[in-house]
């Protein structure tokens, strides 16, 4: 492909919010395809895609910008929608769906643009945009942990979101985020008392106007969390160094799975996301050192929700790299 045209599989991803608008606006049965598209086709789709090992770490990024700020925009569009869904249907087992769809499109797309737009330069329009993304899905202290703890201490016993080996998602998912609110409080006490502020104020308006709107918005935002600390938890499980030791791509797990990289922005290289922050995800190259996971993402997903066999898998994918496991 032309290095002037290597954005356009990048554009796979907007299909999601847009499905999930449109499934948001037909209302009904309707809401429930986003689920049976995203974690049912998708899995089944990344295997028959294969995986690619092409990177292109010098090329221009403006209509890649404009996609990760399309996901981004995306998200309080899709939660204003949901909550005009729920004023007209209230809540049903179709809005229910509704939430959960909205939930995913705003992890898997949401989410994963706040993250990247999120280490660009701080009080600028894409870190602004990055923060009511955040504060669409409740996680507005995100990026201060993210940044200023993870980066510092990731595949490290201290790092709330690195997992080791034997814990299940389930466990990290509960003792993770009251341990990264603390990492975020420790590293940015102001900024995090004022994140933590506008949320609350926000869900007490939201109560107001109506406990089905609250439960609206808690709902998807509960999948959307979910959602990112499932990432988190794939990203550096099992993987660790000591306190002294200087990071390397083998402290974290890379996926060449096409359907990942195109739809998730390139968030399966994530070894060369950690090794230079900075870098666009356009930029992003693969590590042949790295452990490499035995799915994609989407595969991944399902595999996590089986502990002993999401353990099993990962280590023998370490022991191939040449890890300990």
Request: glycine residues 8%; contains cysteine.
């Amino acid at each position: 492909m032309s290095e002037r045209w290597t954005w356009v599989p990048h554009l796979w991803g907007l299909f999601t919010p847009a499905f999930t608008l449109l499934c948001l606006v037909l209302g009904g049965p309707w809401m429930v395809a986003p689920l049976l598209v995203f974690l049912g086709f998708y899995p089944l789709l990344e295997v028959v895609l294969g995986q690619s090992s092409t990177t292109r770490p010098l090329q221009e990024g403006r209509a890649h910008d404009i996609i990760v700020h399309l996901h981004a925009i995306a998200v309080p569009i899709l939660l204003a929608v949901l909550l005009w869904r729920i004023s007209l249907d209230g809540l049903t087992f179709f809005t229910g769906l509704g939430m959960a769809s909205a939930g995913l499109s705003n992890g898997a797309s949401g989410i994963v643009a706040a993250h990247e737009l999120g280490h660009r330069r701080p009080r600028s329009k894409s870190w602004w945009t990055a923060r009511l993304t955040l504060f669409s899905v409740l996680y507005l202290h995100f990026t201060t942990e993210h940044n200023h703890t993870h980066h510092r201490h990731w595949a490290r016993d201290v790092d709330p979101t690195s997992s080791p080996w034997g814990r299940s998602v389930y466990v990290h998912v509960l003792q993770t985020i009251p341990r990264q609110v603390k990492g975020a409080y420790r590293a940015r006490p102001a900024d995090t008392r004022r994140a933590l502020t506008v949320e609350a104020l926000f869900l007490g308006s939201l109560a107001y106007a109506g406990l089905p709107y609250l439960a609206a918005y808690l709902g998807q935002a509960a999948v959307a969390i979910y959602l990112l600390e499932f990432v988190n938890y794939l990203q550096h499980h099992g993987l660790r160094r000591g306190d002294h030791e200087r990071a390397n791509a083998t402290h974290a797990w890379e996926s060449r799975h096409r359907l990942s990289r195109w739809t998730l922005m390139e968030l399966p290289l994530h070894p060369s996301h950690h090794l230079k922050a900075s870098t666009p995800y356009q930029r992003l190259d693969v590590h042949d050192e790295s452990p490499q996971l035995p799915l994609g993402y989407y595969g991944m997903f399902w595999v996590a929700l089986v502990p002993p066999l999401f353990g099993r898998l990962l280590k023998k994918q370490a022991k191939a790299a040449g890890l300990q496991a």
